[in-house]
């Protein structure tokens, strides 16, 4: 995983001293807000962010003709934060009741045919019995899972929805909460050649890498990783 979005590679090494440097940033100041932002029930401001990469390489000759140096880094941040949308169960979901799915009221626009409509309606089925029938009106029970019935009794570890959802859907877009994530990442190369004789070359690499990451989700903990 690389963050940073360049890459480097080794340079013929040669007697005369050779560099370069590099620096690239993006910041959400200079960013008009996204189309989906723009196209919820209620505007999503647009969520900060920074993008900073940068690096450089170096290389020459320690000893003229025999001995040789190259070696590079680049490095990577980047910031997001701010408001954001997801979607979760309604409350009637919360309790098994997905008959809201079935409503045309809910799943179509004004301007879908009834053909297009109907289309959009979803019937759910029992697929652990036989036949897979289908459930009534669209009420399935819940209570037989103790892992899903502690994880809707606590709306801490799953939220409850706090805003309208997107039209044509009961659910689409139906909490705004806050997410952050925080990306790094930092490599180099190092190599030397040492010309022994006409015909006999030496060369030695070293590699070193330190990536990882941060986040936090909507309506959930933080999570780490680290590479």
Known sequence: RDVTGVQTCALPISNQWHGSAFYYLSNYNLNA???ANKHTATITPKNSFT?????GTFGGPIFH???FFFADYQGGRYHLAGPANATVLTVKERQGDFSELLQPSLMCLGSDTTAQCNAKLIQLYDATTPG?????NNKIPIGNNPAATYLLAHPELYPLPNQ???????ATNNYRGVQK???YGDQMDAKVDWKATAKDNLSVRFTFGN?????VKIGRASCRERV
């Open 33 to 35: 807000n996204t189309w």
């Open 51 to 55: 993008r900073n990469i940068f690096g």
């Open 65 to 67: 003709d025999k001995l």
């Open 132 to 136: 897979f029938p289908a459930y009534s």
């Open 164 to 170: 309208a959802p997107q039209a044509g859907s009961p």
């Open 181 to 183: 994530l925080r990306n």
């Open 211 to 215: 990536f990882g990451q941060t986040t």
